[in-house]
């Protein structure tokens, strides 16, 4: 009777309603990994992880959109030195797709602080400090949704 039980547990597996199963996450290459000439070695990190580039431009923000992207961590208090820091110069943003998009690029880019982040991670090989971290990247399907909606319209999607 293992077969058959096995059966059951995954279909209840897959009926879960809060499973991240999404195929979208956004990313922001950081204004230090941009100013350090990274941008080129990231985009390969992504490329050989098999993420495929749906949208992708260099920006800088202004100090509002830095809080208003990051408004969740408003109360934290690295809040206004992450808005210092991310407003300081060029970012690259896109919005990459794969199957389970959002976990499968978290684990690509490994911990918020460089020092913790696996050896080989994005943040591990690029970072600076937990600020200066190289790369920005989801932590839901629809965070994924709201930040990549925050910076691309449906005609910058192909
Ligand atoms: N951050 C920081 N100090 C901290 C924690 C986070 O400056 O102690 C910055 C860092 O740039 C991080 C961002 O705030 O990427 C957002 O924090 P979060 O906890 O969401 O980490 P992430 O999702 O980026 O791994
Ligand atoms: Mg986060």
């Known amino acids: 009777m293992e077969v058959e039980n096995s059966v059951i547990v995954n279909f209840a597996e897959i009926s879960k309603p809060n499973k991240m199963t999404g ?4 990313t922001m290459i950081k204004p230090n ?3 350090k000439g990274f941008t080129g070695a990231i985009l390969a990190k992504i490329n050989e992880g098999g993420f495929r580039i749906v949208a992708m431009k260099k920006m800088k923000l202004t100090r509002e959109q830095a809080e208003a992207f990051y408004e969740i961590h408003k109360e934290r208090p690295f809040f206004a030195g992450l808005v210092d820091f991310m407003s300081s110069g060029p970012i690259i943003a896109a ?3 794969k199957n389970n998009a959002v976990e499968d690029y978290r684990k690509l880019i490994g911990a918020t602080n460089p020092d913790e982040a696996e050896r080989g991670t994005v943040r591990n090989l690029f970072g600076t400090n937990v600020q200066m971290n190289a790369v920005h990247g989801s932590d839901s399907d629809e965070n994924a949704e709201i930040e990549g909606n925050f910076f691309f319209s449906k005609l910058e999607r192909f």
């Open 33 to 35: 990994a941009v100013e």
């Open 95 to 97: 919005i990459l797709e």
């Open 23 to 26: 195929n979208k996450t956004f």
